[in-house]
């Protein structure tokens, strides 16, 4: 199976200020169909995960712009540009293109 | 507005079967661009995608479950089922279903339900 690691495991934040969190896949995530199946889900306290971006970059409907997600073959990060109060949880990238589908450990965001 | 939703016991005796059935509203379990499946959640393992069954009705499995995990449907009641055989207490979890299109695109989640494997 894809092994997906994450980093940092938890990071904290200030209101208003940036947050990324890294994710790397065991191999290359690039589909023989050209695609790149990375998704990100948010787990808010008590709450399923939420998928917040897939392959890659395309924000799901109703996700705010301040999520966007980057990169490409075993590299990918998600970045918050101005966290909120509301960001608070744990997030986690799930990689689609081997079967089966694996997730990274998860980073729990939390406020300084 | 797709929306799932779990239900089964919440306690399984050591070595019998765990049984969880997701009820569907909103989209026909019968269609054949996406899959129905089941995620589940520990503190140790964290998520891990234990199976799905596609609209046609093909089953998918995690191989490190396939022994032991069956996944069924029942069109008439738009509901989909696992049967997860042999428990343990790794299998204490929350169990999820979700719905994702091929590629394990995971875009509808259930609200999760807590099973745990004691005696």
């Known amino acids: 199976d894809v092994v997906m690691t994450q980093s940092p495991l938890s990071l904290p934040v200030t209101l208003g200020q940036p947050a990324s969190i890294s994710c790397r896949s065991s191999?290359?995530?690039?589909?023989?169909?050209?695609?790149?199946?990375l998704n990100w889900f948010q787990q808010r306290p008590g709450q399923s995960p939420r998928r917040l971006i897939y392959?890659?970059?395309n924000r799901d409907s109703g996700v705010p712009d301040r999520f966007s997600g980057s990169g490409s073959g075993t590299d990918f990060t998600l970045t918050i540009n101005r966290v909120e109060a509301e960001d608070v949880g744990v997030y986690y990238c799930?990689?689609?293109?081997?079967?089966?589908?694996?997730f990274g450990q998860g980073t729990k965001v939390e406020i300084k | 507005q797709v929306q799932l939703q779990e239900s089964g016991p919440g306690l399984v005796k050591p070595s019998e079967t765990l049984s969880l059935s997701c009820a569907v509203s909103?989209?026909?379990?019968?269609?054949?661009?996406?899959?129905w499946g089941w995620v589940r959640q520990t503190p140790g393992k964290g998520l891990e995608w234990m199976g799905s069954?596609?609209?046609?009705?093909?089953?998918f499995y995690n191989p490190s479950l396939t022994s032991r995990l069956t996944i069924l449907r029942d069109t008439s009641r738009n509901q989909f089922s696992l049967e997860l055989s042999s428990v343990t207490a790794a299998d204490t979890a929350i169990y999820f279903c979700?719905?994702?299109?091929?590629?394990?695109?995971?875009?509808?989640w259930g609200q999760g339900t807590l099973v745990t494997v004691s005696s």
């Open positions: 979700v719905r994702d299109s091929s590629n394990w695109e995971i875009d509808y």
């Open positions: 909103g989209y026909s379990i019968t269609n054949n661009y996406y899959y």
């Open positions: 069954i596609h609209g046609s009705g093909s089953t």
């Open positions: 191999q290359s995530l690039v589909h023989r169909d050209g695609n790149t199946y």
């Open positions: 392959k890659v970059s």
């Open positions: 799930m990689q689609g293109t081997h079967g089966p589908g694996t």
